[in-house]
């Protein structure tokens, strides 16, 4: 993020901070922990300069920063997912979020070894949550699908070993499903989607194979 004559480069990790480093002299100019593991990168608007970056792998948090470190909402990370044993499943933000072209919403899907991994929609006012998807996101730790949402807020994503795409409309207060791609049964819906600046939709996938190929088996 380009702030003045800054330009300030935002890392994540799972250490559980996330840092701003000075892009010309990589001098560190600010650090804040989220109070938990965090594996996706952060994303930040470009419009003002704001981080949010989803964080946890039992309850599930959302990380709202300004461009200086400063908490969004009182508290560097907000609660989201609140993973209650013997209740409900433990979940794991793996993968990067995305936001909303008006900056008003951040969305992050999430994985769980049941398969029950859910899109998150993230208030980014107040760190609220807006709704959230059970998209059967199955998975762990393991490279996992990144949303991408288009002008009119589709959310694209995969569910990771759930074998599907989906996509999500938010309608403002709730989630419609509009489409949903089934996979192969190759268990690897992890690849994330990317749009042109002409709406198509670009998605690498992982087929059957037909033949074999010189040194290559088909395993």
């Not at 993973?83 to 995305?98: D, E, I, K, L």
């Not at 996992?144 to 989906?166: A, C, H, L, M």
Request: glycine letters at 12%; one cysteine or more.
């Amino acid at each position: 993020y380009q702030d003045g004559d800054t330009l300030k480069v935002i890392s994540a990790g799972r250490h559980g901070y996330i840092k701003c480093f000075d892009g010309g002299s990589g001098a560190e100019i600010w650090s804040v922990h989220s109070g938990t593991i965090l594996d996706a990168s952060a994303t930040v608007d470009p419009s003002n300069g704001n981080i949010y970056a989803p964080a946890g792998d039992n309850d599930i948090r959302v990380m709202g920063l300004d461009k200086d470190g400063n908490p969004l909402w009182g508290n560097p990370s907000v609660l989201v997912y609140d993973w209650v044993s013997g209740a409900n499943n433990p979940q794991r933000a793996q993968s990067t979020g995305c936001l909303s072209h008006d900056g008003s919403t951040f969305y992050f899907q999430t994985n769980s070894s049941q398969g029950d991994g859910c899109l998150y929609a993230v208030n980014t006012s107040d760190g609220s949550l807006k709704w959230s998807l059970d998209t059967g996101s199955t998975g762990w730790e393991i490279p996992s699908s990144s949303p991408v949402v288009t002008r009119n807020k589709v959310v694209i994503v995969g569910n990771n070993d759930g074998d599907r795409y989906y996509a999500v409309q938010d309608s403002g207060t709730e989630p419609v499903i509009l489409d949903i791609l089934a996979v192969d049964d190759s268990g690897n819906a992890r690849a994330s989607a990317t749009l042109s600046s002409t709406g198509q939709l670009y998605l690498p996938v992982r087929t059957t194979w037909t033949a074999g190929n010189a040194s290559l088996s088909p395993d």
